[in-house]
Every structure is written in C-alpha cells, then in structure tokens.
C-alpha cells in the first residue's frame, strides 16, 4: 500500500501544478476583487452592487458582481459503497481525493475530509498540514468496499448536520442512485465529481462471465445478453438525464472522470468553464 499511496501523491502533486497556474481554484461571489459578470439589475440584488455607469450607458439598471478572494474551508466527501471494486474505481477515487487535497492546502484553504462508508460515516478533523493528505489516503485506501451498501438519499442530510460552516463541499461517488442535494446546495457551494469505470456505460456481451452483485457480494443468476445490456444503457442513460437536471436546477457543478488522466482537465473545467 505504501508503493500505491507514494504513487498517487506523486502524481497528484503533478496534476496540482498544472491545475492552480490560475491562483484559487474557487471563487465565492460576494464583496471581493475579481469582476465576475455585468447583467441586469434584479429586484433581488442589493443595490449597492448596480453600476451607475452603466446603468447611464445602457438606458437601464445594471449590477456588477464581483469573485471575493478569501480563505475557504474545503471539504472533501467520499462517498463509497460496494460499486468501487469495478474497475479501478477505488483508485481514482484516491487520486482525486489527493488533487482535490493538495489544490485546497496549495491554495492555504482549510481541509477537511468525511467518508460515508456504506451505512457508517467518518469525518475528519479540519487541518492545515501537508501531511493530513497521506493519513487520509491512507484511511480511505485501507476501506474494503465489497458488500457495502450506501444510502445516497441521506446524504444531504448528514452533511447539514455535520458542515455547520459554508463550505466548497466536493462529493466524490458514482451517483448510480438517486440523490437531492437542493437542501445542502443552498448552504455550500456543491461541487459534483461523478467517478464511473467504463464498462459500467458501457458493458460488453460476455455469455459465460458470472455476475456479481458488489452490494450484496452475491452471485447473480442473470445473463449479460444483447437485450439486457440494451435496457441498462437506456435506464442508465434517463437515470443520469434526471441527475444532471437536478444538479442543474440547483446550480450545483458537476463533472464525470473516467480515468485519472482526465482528472485536471475535468477540474479545469468544472472551475474556469
């Protein structure tokens, strides 16, 4: 495991420099430095924020918004049930949990981590120090998730009760089962990496493969034939239509990573697109 974990912060730390040239990889709209977007003035908008000078150039009322530069808290949620042994999911789940830490501390942000692990959840304590990334790696890469089942439903929930300050909050997981974040999306800034192996999009035809169930850890007694694999892509395609519709919504940024070499330009443009 050490070989492993050495692996990934070597190249997260990689990815990191290619990732940050542009300085704080968020930015929270407020009272700050960086002009953001001229549009027209709302009922909504306080007033303190419309531009006098366009407003006389354009014959109407217009606000200027503005990115505020500040310390963030960050906190990373790894979401992890039986589904992360297809494939080498588990592992780029760890890469990006590496990149999403070594961005936030590059950036002097404060740190935190939470794993929900099945029906469990763990949460730790927010720091500063570079060396929190390898205990967490640690922790998250020592979890063996065959037969755990998650309840995606709660997920919101929990982290109300438990992220009592406004926070960047990253959700790492393959959203496979439904899940509302309106609630959490109105108190942090949610941020969606949706983690899938290929094969699970789209699988192949393997007529005397045995199938496995990773929530249960039971074997199947269904075929994998033309017609099935058919019907999945089909609900799976309506089932990430409707994710992607309440992510939207709610203004929640979302991004799906298939392989760790996506994993920076994925992040780019979920932060500057």
């Known amino acids: 495991?050490?070989?492993?974990i050495e692996t990934i912060i070597l190249k997260a730390k990689e990815d990191v420099y290619r990732l940050l040239q542009g300085g704080n990889f968020s930015k929270f709209l407020g009272q700050g430095y960086?002009?953001?977007?001229?549009?027209?003035?709302?009922?909504?908008?306080?007033?303190?924020?419309i531009s006098w000078i366009n407003s006389a150039k354009f014959g109407e009322p217009y606000v200027k918004k503005m990115y505020e530069e500040r310390e963030l808290n960050v906190v990373v949620s790894m979401l992890i049930d039986g589904r992360m042994v297809i494939g080498k999911k588990q592992e780029l789940m760890a890469q990006i949990l590496a990149v999403l830490s070594?961005?936030?501390?590059?950036?002097?942000?404060?740190?935190?981590?939470?794993?929900?692990?099945?029906?469990?959840?763990k949460l730790r304590e927010p720091s500063k120090r570079i060396e929190e990334v390898e205990a967490t790696l640690k922790q998250f890469l020592e979890i063996e998730p065959l037969g755990l089942a998650m309840e995606y439903g709660q997920i919101g929930q929990k982290l109300l009760e438990k992220i009592?300050?406004?926070s960047l909050l990253f959700l790492v997981g393959d959203f496979l089962d439904e899940v509302n974040l309106s609630v959490l999306a109105q108190k942090h800034e949610v941020c969606v990496l949706i983690v899938r192996d290929r094969c699970?999009?789209?699988?192949?035809?393997?007529?005397?493969?045995?199938?496995?169930?990773?929530?249960?850890?039971?074997?199947?007694?269904?075929t994998l034939s033309s017609s099935a694999i058919k019907h999945y892509?089909?609900?799976?395609?309506?089932?990430?239509?409707?994710?992607?519709?309440?992510?939207?919504?709610?203004k929640i940024r979302y991004v799906k990573i298939?392989?760790?070499?996506?994993?920076?330009?994925?992040l780019e443009n979920l932060f500057y697109n």
Not at 1 to 4: I, L
Not at 200 to 222: C, D, G, H, V
Not at 238 to 247: G, I, M, S, T, V
Not at 258 to 265: H, R
């Open 102 to 121: 070594y961005s936030a501390l590059y950036d002097n942000d404060l740190l935190q981590s939470c794993f929900f692990i099945g029906d469990s959840f």
């Open 164 to 166: 009592e300050q406004k």
């Open 1 to 4: 495991m050490k070989d492993s």
């Open 34 to 49: 960086d002009f953001s977007e001229l549009r027209t003035y709302d009922s909504s908008d306080d007033i303190r924020h």
């Open 258 to 266: 298939f392989s760790s070499e996506e994993i920076v330009e994925k």
């Open 233 to 250: 892509q089909q609900k799976l395609e309506e089932h990430d239509q409707n994710l992607y519709a309440h992510f939207n919504r709610h």
């Open 200 to 222: 699970e999009e789209a699988p192949t035809q393997k007529l005397e493969a045995q199938l496995l169930n990773p929530i249960t850890n039971r074997l199947l007694s269904q």
